[in-house]
């Protein structure tokens, strides 16, 4: 199985700043603070489960590894459920009650679900502009929410630019999971939403030694960067290592860490991750980022469906898992390496190491998740 892996100069342990020196984290952490009280009052919120996986941990030689799983959050099947719906509670407040709020985003699946969701939650006007490669099903999925959904010409970061052209066009506000030049508050918003998938995280993994090394699969970055900041603020100068990982045909991350300086990868980003299938990465998350991870890797489309299989499949010790293509791609990138020693010592991974991993969606796309595992979701849970 083919990776590359790029350790970047911030590889000396703890994440750079426990302190959290930029503006920009400063900011989410108090807005994290915020959000977090704000979803645990919605309806129907639960923590989802931290599963530890002791039969993997034995077999790729690792100490500890523990996984979050997203697949029932708020029942819409991803992380994603907290960031666009937190977002827009937070454009309604202040607000009269008789201003209606039209709002519209750019998704590759899960982002748009998570506006859809919220717009009807709250009570807003909602359009969802997806790109050609988009699933039928995952479109259906959107309207479900009662949201309109238009499908455009080019990659998902040409439908990204529409959504904006035409909310300026319309008068609709945008509510964007990626942030570009002039355009930051609301990504903020989402990221903040995002930051409690990583609080319960803690809380869940205990007060036991912290984690040593976290994987992270990256699309434009932001729930990597909500995620490093929760885990600096808990753990300051312990703070575990954070690995990136980008599908090879969508190595934003990876191109921009290596040049030092944000890089665009155009084309039209083919991986089976559609959720990590962008090109570009956000400027925020750039920001809050770039001086704080130690690795960003590239992984295949097989690894991703490796790790699907392995985490459905179980063994003695693990339980099955029902984990989606773009969920997986942070523990797809470990497995990769796991066997690799060059690379086990370059990230310092050694027997006694605690890794913890974010599985961001559940079958979110039933007929890709069958097509890979070869059963259903119901047929996994129920083995
Ligand atoms: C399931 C899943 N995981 C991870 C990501 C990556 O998030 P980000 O684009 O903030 O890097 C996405 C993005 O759509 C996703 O859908």
Same mark, same amino acid.
């Given at each position: 199985m083919d990776f590359n892996l790029f350790i970047t100069e911030n590889n000396h342990g703890a994440?750079?700043?426990?302190?959290?020196?930029? /503006?920009?984290?400063d900011k989410l952490e108090t807005e994290a603070g915020r959000a977090i009280s704000s979803i645990r009052r919605w309806?129907?919120?639960?923590?989802?489960?931290?599963?530890?996986?002791?039969?993997?941990?034995?077999?790729?030689?690792?100490?500890?590894?523990?996984?979050?799983?997203?697949?029932q959050r708020f029942g819409l099947g991803s992380f994603k459920a907290l960031g666009g719906a937190y977002a827009i509670s937070r454009l309604l407040e202040g607000r009269s009650s008789d201003a209606t709020l039209s709002v519209c985003?750019?998704?590759?699946?899960?982002?748009?679900?998570?506006?859809?969701?919220?717009?009807?939650?709250?009570?807003?006007?909602?359009?969802?502009?997806i790109h050609k490669t988009v699933?039928?099903?995952?479109?259906?999925?959107?309207?479900?929410?009662?949201?309109?959904?238009?499908?455009?010409?080019?990659?998902?970061d040409d439908s990204v630019r529409e959504a904006q052209v035409t909310a300026t066009r319309e008068g609709w506000t945008v509510?964007?999971?990626?942030?570009?030049?002039?355009?930051?508050?609301?990504?903020?918003?989402?990221?903040?939403?995002?930051?409690?998938?990583?609080?319960?995280?803690?809380?869940?993994?205990?007060?036991?030694?912290?984690?040593?090394?976290?994987?992270?699969?990256?699309?434009?970055?932001?729930?990597?960067?909500?995620?490093?900041?929760q885990l600096q603020r808990a753990y300051g100068e312990s703070c575990p290592k954070i690995v990136l990982v980008d599908p090879a045909n969508a190595a934003c991350w990876y191109d921009s860490l290596k040049a030092g300086e944000p890089r665009v990868v155009g084309g039209d980003l083919d991986t089976i991750m559609a959720g990590l299938a962008c090109g570009e990465v956000s400027h925020?998350?750039?920001?809050?980022?770039?001086?704080?991870?130690?690795?960003?890797?590239?992984?295949?489309?097989?690894?991703?469906?490796?790790?699907?299989?392995?985490?459905?499949?179980?063994?003695?010790?693990?339980?099955?898992?029902?984990? /989606?293509?773009?969920?997986?791609?942070?523990?797809?990138?470990?497995?990769?390496l796991a066997h690799d020693a060059t690379s086990r010592e370059k990230l310092g991974i050694d027997g006694d190491s605690r890794l913890l991993f974010f599985s961001t969606e559940g079958a979110t796309d039933r007929d890709v998740y069958q097509s890979v595992v070869g059963k259903t979701p119901e047929q996994v849970t129920s083995a």
């Open positions: 994440a750079s700043s426990g302190a959290l020196g930029c /503006g920009s984290k309806p129907d919120y639960a923590a989802t489960p931290l599963r530890s996986l002791p039969g993997l941990a034995q077999s790729t030689d690792v100490g500890r590894i523990e996984i979050k799983n997203e697949a985003c750019a998704t590759d699946g899960n982002h748009g679900r998570s506006v859809a969701w919220g717009a009807q939650m709250f009570g807003c006007d909602c359009v969802v502009f699933s039928e099903e995952r479109k259906q999925s959107i309207e479900h929410y009662g949201a309109r959904v238009v499908r455009t010409a080019g990659n998902y509510v964007s999971d990626t942030s570009y030049e002039g355009y930051m508050d609301i990504p903020m918003d989402v990221m903040a939403g995002y930051s409690i998938m990583t609080t319960e995280a803690i809380e869940q993994w205990g007060n036991g030694a912290p984690p040593t090394h976290v994987f992270l699969q990256t699309g434009v970055g932001s729930m990597a960067a909500s995620v490093v900041v925020l998350a750039w920001e809050l980022l770039q001086h704080d991870v130690a690795g960003v890797m590239t992984i295949d489309d097989s690894a991703a469906q490796q790790a699907m299989c392995l985490l459905a499949q179980g063994n003695d010790q693990d339980q099955p898992m029902v984990a /989606g293509e773009s969920g997986v791609g942070g523990l797809a990138g470990f497995i990769a």
